[in-house]
């Protein structure tokens, strides 16, 4: 079965400019997740999605940030405008069920750099 | 707040000598803890759930208890393909899910 499949898998891009991530969930997962992975802080909960529709989204860090699954088989992650404080791993995960049990499917993440 | 701390943040083990990981946790009404293993440039990869105090899960050289404070991750006999950083997660009834740093484990033959 094919896992979480994000892209890119890697992303250079320059202070200012739009950036977007994206997931493909496990089919048949109704929840989805974006995640953050930084040095300093760990892996930081973003948003989550419970059957499209987004449940959480305290952990967006500001404005710049947006989310979106328009069907049960995609979602985006966009950053406009990008900063270099953004800089860090994003992954995105999946779950079988319709509320957060915790056990997460991960994909393997982009990289992301803003110089 | 809800918090999850690990210990220690690195581990250094010969091959074979068994040792444990720490997860200690303060959360409002826990659902679950989780352990995850993660690999460099890969993404956590699930390993185990417990949801109350007493329970016991293994796989393979692992085993995973729970305590109404703390988890711990117990290494038997590790080999360096163990060697990887463990992460702790609590999700409580509200949905939230909060990590640990993780433990990076290493292993040497």
């Known amino acids: 079965d094919a896992g979480v499949i994000q892209s890119p898998r890697h992303e250079v891009t320059e202070m200012g400019q739009e950036v977007t991530l994206r997931c493909k969930p496990i089919?048949?997962?109704?929840?989805l997740f974006w995640y953050r992975q930084t040095m300093m802080r760990g892996l930081e909960l973003l948003i989550y999605?419970?059957?499209?529709?987004?449940?959480?989204d305290s952990g967006m860090p500001e404005d710049r940030f947006s989310a979106k699954m328009p069907n049960a088989s995609f979602s985006t992650l966009k950053i406009q405008p990008s900063e270099p404080r953004d800089s860090a791993v994003y992954f995105c995960?999946?779950?079988?069920?319709?509320?957060?049990?915790?056990?997460?499917?991960f994909g393997e993440g982009s990289r992301l750099t803003v110089l | 707040e809800d918090q999850v701390t690990q210990s220690p943040e690195a581990l250094r083990l010969q091959e074979g000598e068994s040792s444990s990981l720490n997860c200690s946790y303060t959360?409002?009404?826990?659902?679950?803890l989780f352990w995850y293993r993660q690999d460099p440039g890969k993404g956590p990869e699930f390993l185990f759930t417990?949801?109350?105090a007493g329970e016991e899960k293994e796989k393979e050289r692992l085993k995973a208890t729970l305590t109404k404070k703390e988890s711990f991750l117990h290494i038997t006999a590790p080999k360096p393909e163990d060697s990887a950083t463990y992460l702790c997660a609590v999700t409580t009834n509200a949905g939230k899910s909060t990590f640990g740093d993780g433990t990076t484990l290493t292993v040497k033959p």
């Open positions: 959360v409002s009404g826990l659902r679950g």
């Open positions: 995960a999946s779950s079988k069920r319709g509320y957060n049990t915790g056990e997460l499917f």
């Open positions: 417990l949801y109350s």
């Open positions: 999605f419970n059957n499209n529709v987004p449940i959480d």
């Open positions: 089919s048949g997962h109704n929840s």
